[in-house]
């Protein structure tokens, strides 16, 4: 039983359109992150949060939005998407006393055309 | 600034041949260190971590790791590997207190290849 679920697994958008990744976790870990994945960057941190109500920015959070509306969703908002968001996206749960490690998701796959 | 550098973008080896991926480390202190695996198409698994004590940590699937100080190093090793060991593995590190909110830098990842 997947402790992280992602959905959707795959999802095609538009440019200019809106799109929502969510994620759910079952580990009732406080900290929650989205990573996106792309060729010859590893994964960079999107937003994060330390619980439910709080978001974080992360080293990318341009043209991106996360909202945490309990201990185990997490979204991933893209109010206006842009070809340049075409990438893998993880999200991945923690417990910060937990000596850092994350626990992830099996990625959604976003192309926006 | 503070980062992961795996120098190696892809590594193919012989099936039952040893194994040694590079990770190098910037980081002010000593973070906690971290390798994770992604099969394809699936999510990251944690295969060990180190935060502390004996250098040489061991993960699962025979895979061993070893922390340089010295060195700024944590390569990964793995005395014979085998075609299933075909993945991309991701070097990670954080800081080494707890409550810090998790937040992992991660290298670029190789990409090994385990030929039959």
């Known amino acids: 039983e997947a402790a992280v679920t992602q959905s959707p697994r795959n999802k095609v958008a538009v440019t200019g359109g809106k799109v929502t990744l969510s994620c759910n976790q079952t580990n009732n870990h406080n900290n929650m992150y989205w990573y996106r994945q792309d060729t010859g960057h590893g994964l960079r941190l999107i937003h994060y949060s330390y619980g439910a109500g709080s978001t974080e920015k992360g080293d990318i959070p341009d043209g991106y939005k996360a909202s945490r509306p309990s201990q185990e969703n997490f979204s991933l908002i893209l109010e206006l998407a842009t070809p340049s968001q075409t990438s893998v996206y993880f999200c991945?749960?923690?417990?910060?006393?937990?000596?850092?490690?994350?626990?992830f998701g099996a990625g959604t796959r976003l192309s926006v055309l | 600034a503070q980062s992961v550098t795996q120098p190696d973008a892809r590594v193919t080896v012989s099936e039952g041949a040893s194994l040694q991926l590079r990770c190098k480390y910037s980081?002010?202190?000593?973070?906690?260190l971290f390798w994770y695996v992604q099969y394809q198409r699936q999510g990251l698994q944690l295969l060990l971590k180190?935060?502390?004590?004996?250098?040489v940590v061991q993960g699962v699937n025979g895979f061993e790791a070893e922390f340089s100080k010295s060195d700024s190093s944590f390569h990964l090793r793995k005395a014979s590997v085998h075609w299933s060991d075909s993945a991309v593995y991701f070097c990670?590190?954080?800081?080494?207190?707890?409550?810090?909110?998790?937040?992992?830098?991660f290298g670029t990842g190789t990409l090994l290849s385990v030929k039959p």
């Open positions: 980081y002010s202190g000593t973070p906690y």
């Open positions: 991945a749960s923690g417990d910060p006393w937990g000596a850092n490690t994350l626990y």
């Open positions: 990670a590190a954080s800081p080494n207190y707890g409550g810090s909110g998790n937040k992992l830098i």
């Open positions: 180190y935060y502390s004590g004996d250098p």
